[in-house]
């Protein structure tokens, strides 16, 4: 065998990405609370609805 | 995630009452087709799901769960229909037994209970690809590009990661199409106050150069900065303010001016040319019925697509897959992209049509409050008719389906009926008949409807303003998302395309040593190409045996799960995955489970029972590892045949140089197999 994957990684692959999402905003400059809004939304409450999105981008919903 | 101790499954699919122990190690069902190997299968999913794949996969029509999971004889009866399994999970070091009946297949009952144990179940639960069947298998491999990107998606939960993609997207774009409308009335209020002060630019010093020539006929001091809260009419008395009359004559019949120009444009023979091919590209989208279909479908799988986000239809609440429906609209609108790009271009040369008819419609309106301002009777009826027609024709316009609907009301755009004309006219000679008022009067109109349009303009342009940092925002935000999902998902499809080459070329290592493989991820689809005896890199299905393929499959899978779940991928079913693959080949995938996967138990069922025997002697299956199905009838369901470890028992004779016994050992074998 000339590759064996590092099998102490467990975390699902939509986590590993939005955690990566969420490390790239912050890096960008991005306001800690818009941040953390999205964080809560993606990784907390697991919640992928455009409803949801829009809240967590815009800080409420607006009838966009 | 968890290891399998027994089953015992009852009155479920075509077993009536059995127990097998795994002692949570790996385990193989043998038997012929039909002797109950599948019902096994299907009840480890159950326990562990609340579903049974290939009772509610694509194509299954009117077969359930609740009717069909339970042996025929109790079809009337589902709570009869139950499995429970023992399981140990590893990681908390904890037994427990789980049971589930079909009358409610979304409750587990679990003893004993607490909120890690639940949390395993519960992502065991969301984790159906521990079955793999051949079907599944052969799907990773020969599929389009499309649909093993659904396929590989779906086993990844990439679904979740593609969800978030789109409502990102559609923020992004609708917030990009507020920004669009607002400014239409930016524009708008510009107008109008360069109308109101007699500029042709708008700057802050023309407005100040305007304001400051009225206010010094009114010996009002020169306003030196405009900033944000400036009123051009600032020291104009309320009393003074008054004394002006309630039509400012000059504005007015500039705002007259305004209105004919735009209808003018209308109805003028530039715009009429422009309308001509719009009708013709339009009706031959009409007059075909089925690019006419093609265009109303497409709307509606859009639709449909953007309100696919609870768990059942919002009508009828019957219970969907959204990934399962989201996935068949998206097939079904890439197979109308050529339709809907017709539509898309065609609605971009309407929208200058309908910012037309918006511009003429606020127009006319301002025209209808000086009608209601003048004390002479002017009948605007016609007009104000005509503004709200705009707003209707636009919304129609706007709306494109139906599209027979659509070219009509294009056909009479440019006619504007006369009365409209002839009503502002009538506007028109009664201001004119207004007398002039002095030049003091004339200033303190000027200003105070200057200073209303500024307001106007100053609202509209904050709002532009407000949107376009949002709009900016929702930008920054949907790209950064796609570029870091697009990073982190080529980082994992070289991880297990890399791990898929190493398991694959470990069970072939006699005839493809040099074999490597591709897994080219783009939008919407996975392209997975191997190499061929170093002649280039071809689909899998292409050059390579049918048992190759299979076991590709299997390796694609294996390299899949152990990326998905680490250290967590204890368990998985393959059921009946290597049907194509040679013995040698067999004995090669036992050493690589056993080597590669020692802390993964599989459960495996094969109707050869050389492949079983092959387990066994390759250590993959112990002694007693195995169940044999010698048959299966519907009243009693699978019968058993113990081989007492019937192959061990003949390579004992063999080590014992009893050839003679082992060979009458392995007949009884096959002879009581056959039947």
Redesign the interface.
């Known amino acids: 065998m000339e590759s064996s994957p590092n099998s102490t990684e467990n975390v699902d692959v939509p986590t590993q990405v939005f955690e990566a999402f969420l490390k790239s905003i912050q890096a960008a400059g991005e306001d800690a609370e818009l941040v953390a809004r999205l964080r809560k939304t993606l990784m907390e409450e697991r919640s992928f609805s455009e409803a949801a999105m829009k809240m967590a981008i815009f800080g409420h919903n607006p009838s966009l | 995630m968890i290891q399998v101790d027994s089953i015992t499954i009852k009155e479920f699919r075509g077993i009536r009452d059995l127990t097998l122990n795994f002692n949570g190690k790996s385990f193989a069902i043998c038997g012929p087709n039909g002797t109950g190997k599948s019902g096994v299968v299907d009840a480890l999913e159950f326990v562990l799901t609340g579903n049974i794949s290939r009772l509610s996969g694509e194509g299954r029509g009117e077969i359930s769960l609740k009717q069909h999971a339970p042996h025929v004889d109790k079809r009337d009866n589902p709570g009869h229909a139950l499995v429970s399994a023992k399981l140990t999970i590893p990681s908390l070091k904890k037994s427990v037994t789980i049971e589930r009946s079909v009358k409610t297949p979304g409750t587990l009952k679990v003893t004993p209970s607490d909120t890690e144990i639940a949390k395993v179940l519960s992502h065991v639960e969301a984790h159906p690809e521990v079955v793999l069947s051949r079907r599944e298998l052969i799907r990773y491999v020969l599929a389009t590009p499309g649909k093993r990107n659904e396929e590989v998606q779906a086993l990844?939960?990439?679904d979740?990661?593609e969800?978030?993609r789109a409502?990102?997207q559609?923020?992004a774009n609708?917030?990009d199409k507020?920004l669009k409308a607002l400014e239409l009335p930016l524009n708008a209020a510009r107008d109008n106050l360069m109308r109101a002060l007699s500029i042709a630019e708008l700057s802050a010093e023309n407005i100040l150069s305007s304001a400051n020539k009225q206010r010094g006929i009114l010996e009002l001091p020169n306003i030196v900065e405009l900033a944000a809260t400036t009123s051009l009419k600032d020291g104009l008395t309320a009393q003074a303010q008054r004394k002006s009359q309630s039509i400012a004559k000059s504005q007015a019949l500039s705002d007259i001016t305004a209105v004919r120009e735009i209808l003018d444009e209308m109805s003028g023979e530039p715009t009429k040319a422009k309308i001509k091919p719009i009708i013709e590209d339009a009706s031959s989208l009409a007059n075909d019925p089925t690019l006419a279909s093609g265009v109303t479908k497409e709307n509606f799988y859009r639709v449909g697509l953007?309100v696919i986000?609870t768990e059942a239809c919002p009508f009828c609440e019957t219970e969907w897959d959204i990934a399962t429906l989201k996935s068949r609209a998206e097939t079904k609108l890439r197979n109308l992209a050529e339709i809907a790009g017709r539509r898309k271009a065609l609605e971009g040369k309407i929208k200058p049509l309908t910012e037309l008819l918006r511009k003429a419609g606020a127009a006319i309106n301002v025209l209808a409050r000086y009608s209601a301002a003048t004390t002479l009777p002017v009948d605007m009826e016609a007009a104000v008719k005509f503004a709200a027609s705009c707003q209707s024709v636009t919304r129609t316009l706007e709306a494109f389906l139906p599209i027979t609907k659509t070219v009509d009301t294009l056909k009479m755009l440019s006619d504007v009926p006369p009365d409209v004309g002839e009503a502002i006219s009538s506007l028109e000679k009664t201001i004119a008949a207004l007398p002039d008022p002095s030049k003091q009067d004339a200033a303190r109109d000027i200003l105070t409807i200057s200073q209303e349009r500024l307001e106007v303009w100053r609202e509209a342009k904050r709002n532009l303003k407000s949107t376009q940092v949002?709009a900016l925002?929702?930008r920054?935000?949907f790209e950064?998302?796609g570029?870091?999902?697009d990073?982190?998902?080529t980082e994992?499809y070289a991880?297990v395309q890399?791990?898929f080459?190493?398991?694959y070329?470990?069970i072939n290592h006699t005839d493809e040593k040099s074999f490597t493989a591709k897994l080219v991820p783009s939008l919407g689809k996975l392209g997975f190409d191997v190499n061929f005896y170093d002649r280039g890199f071809f689909p899998p299905g292409a050059y390579h045996s049918e048992g190759h393929q299979d076991g590709m499959g299997l390796c694609l899978y294996l390299a899949l799960m152990?990326?998905?779940?680490?250290?967590?991928?204890t368990f998985a079913v393959l059921d009946d995955v290597l049907m194509s693959v040679d013995a040698g080949h067999r004995r090669e995938v036992c050493g690589l489970l056993k080597?590669?996967f020692p802390n993964t138990q599989f459960v495996m069922t094969t109707h050869d029972p050389i492949w079983m025997r092959h387990m066994k002697t390759e250590g993959l299956i112990s002694g007693r590892g195995a169940v044999q199905f010698r048959a299966w009838d519907v009243n009693q369901g699978p019968t058993q045949w113990d081989d007492r470890d019937v192959w061990k028992e003949a390579d004992d004779y063999l080590q014992k140089n009893d050839v003679r016994s082992a060979r009458v050992q392995r007949q009884l074998f096959f002879t009581i197999s056959d039947n």
């Open positions: 990844l939960h990439l979740q990661i969800q978030v409502n990102l559609k923020i609708s917030t507020q953007s986000e949002k925002l929702a920054r935000i950064t998302y570029k870091t999902s990073r982190v998902l994992l991880t890399n791990d080459s190493a398991l070329k470990a152990r990326h998905l779940h680490g250290k967590g991928f080597r590669e």
